[in-house]
């Protein structure tokens, strides 16, 4: 061999070129032979840099520094004796705050929406009709995902910013016979709670099961599960219970249970099977086995968030939504802005509508907001997008403080996009 | 009204009996209008406890100071632009982890199981068929998982601690003609890591398209997702990447893409709907869209594991696993046991199986390494059940110093119930 010389091709691998007695002979080696590895991310050799700021938007809200440094304690098994004490715990938290005494009663391995997936793809077989009350974004998505799943989706309308009364509700069960009514509790994208009492009732006889999402109002408004009949209710973590999101309670009545116990086809998802879940989260006799691996530092800071919510109290902590609620009301009407919700009583606590006025850019004051006092406020979604903003209260956030931060920050950066208050 | 009588009926509510001239009357308030709401749990008002643990068996693996650290840092939203800076940073280290370019790099907001679940109903239709190469759990899960998604899932077939060559997958893909092959890259119930160059290109050839588990191996072992014409292929962030479960790293290829692009039907879950994740994790042109709430701290914590990874460099990760296995191997069999994969070509370095010899109960051993030592040893799973023991080196604890600890753990054990080397 008298000269080598090595060509480096991207895309087909190393050539080389040897002049051999006068002539030149190729060699190709291929790719996967010599696969080099490429060069690092350059980005992830300089340290992460996380501003502190004052979430004040529809979720999530601030963890406590308690609730964040249970985050980093020492990570155990998915089924060690100390980490299914922690299930336990964050179970018996969860029957706290939804107020019942649901056998199925566990976390899914997920942010809130996967809740809302775990609930459907338990409850609903392919074929079967569900109703999904829609009064904002939660009543769409549910009917989105109960498609997917096979089932028939029907829907009752209202706008945003209104609730269903029992007696709209009665004429959807009559009219489309559903086996499952789906109702958002805290609807976030309108900033109502829904009135769930005698809901529960009515469905049972209708023959059909009640399912509520609760992500952003439990903890924060009063929720009694059994007394009010709900069959399935979940919520997320990182609302009023104030945890990271990654690990999400759900809970479902007996007859929920038998629904998915008397099941003709699988469950589509094996994440998400209650078959599975209830087992590993120790909700029967039966040892607990190996479905998948927990999300164990969730489930310590959500295990936290608990904690935090039975020191305080339930009635202590409606009690404190309910004030610091209607502080807020009081200083954004003293501004000359308008709430989004018209009747006072159906106005969710843990996020207010505020209609953003003629003329002002809502995401300038937001903006504004953010730059000057890192206080997250945010804007509509759907058919209000631009025409609200959304300020949330919500857990370790919901104090006094919080609401003079928050009512600052909007009434300096109204000043500065130039409204005049009609006042 | 000259006296009064309150009962309380747990079940129905308050019963008021009035004695009113004379005559008893009876009122029933309907519990629901006066629910009281039950006593917290005293078990959350105590501190939680978690000991330091060595987790030696097949995830999860320790994270390190730093990484548990990013956990705690302070919440942010999960389209604020320092959130997604991050999770770019993420996507980046993903690419370099598994060494491909694809434009759909995402984490499912889950844990390991939730991206093969991700990859299943993304990649199938209803009534398509896919083919599961079965040598241990992860080839049964998935053909589960294909099954509850509406597909054909038929398998071919060898024992745990054995891999699949070139001929016999052909020979899978004539007869069942598939449009996806599973393959477990880490076989972690058998111990075992599957060569996969020359696959891809082999489906290709076929009209097939493959997937890859490398939940138990990306990271320890060599990987080239591109050079091995991967189509998808995803990991949990517990395993080599030492973070907390909850944000699971997924690739597709091209051909992946289009196959998702193509599908006639609704991927069947709108959580992991990867139209809607690409988007949300910025591999599109358009502005992100709120989809989901990611689980935040799970993918800070996952950013510092990957950027432990690049300040090593993923050759040298490698190297470092492989490294210690051999040390490993050699410490089991100078006690005198044996390794449960016998071709040493074919034995992964993340998880080591060691058969468990006549006469001794695998637990007694496992249980006292933990008492003593609190150090992690598996047992095997399914026909290896009490059979072997399962040794972890992933990642953080891929060290000589805790390989020597697990060797002492285990012989000192072994000593404990009576065990003499045959040596």
Known sequence: MEKLRILFRPRTGIVLNVLCKQKTCRFRIAKSKMSSVSNPPQSLLKPMVIPQKLLM????????????SASALPMLGHLHPEFTKIMDEVKEGTRYLFQTRNNWTVCVSGTGHAAMEAAVC?????????LSCVNGLWGERYADMARRNGAIAETINKPMGQVFNLQEIEEGLQKYRPVLLFLTHGESSGSTVQPLEGVGKLCHRYKCLLLVDSVAAAGGVPLYADDWEIDCIYTGSQKVLSAPPGASPISFSEK???KVLKRKTPVRSFYFDMNHLSNYWGCEENPRRYHHTGPIMSVYALREGFSRLVEDGLENSWATHKKCAEMLHEGVERMGLELFVQDKSVRLPCVTGVKVP???????VADYAMNQYKVEISGGLGAQAGKIWR???MGYNA???????VLRALSEALKHVGFKSRL
Do not use: F, H, Y
């Not at 338990?122 to 569900?130: A, D, F, I, R, S």
């Open 358 to 364: 003629a003329g002002v850019n809502w995401k300038e």
């Open 122 to 130: 338990n409850l609903l077989e392919p074929g079967e009709t569900t």
């Open 57 to 68: 938007g529809p979720g999530p809200s601030n963890s406590s520094p308690r609730i964040l």
């Open 256 to 258: 929920g249970k038998e």
């Open 391 to 393: 300020i949330g209260i």
């Open 399 to 405: 104090t006094p403080d919080n609401v003079n931060r």
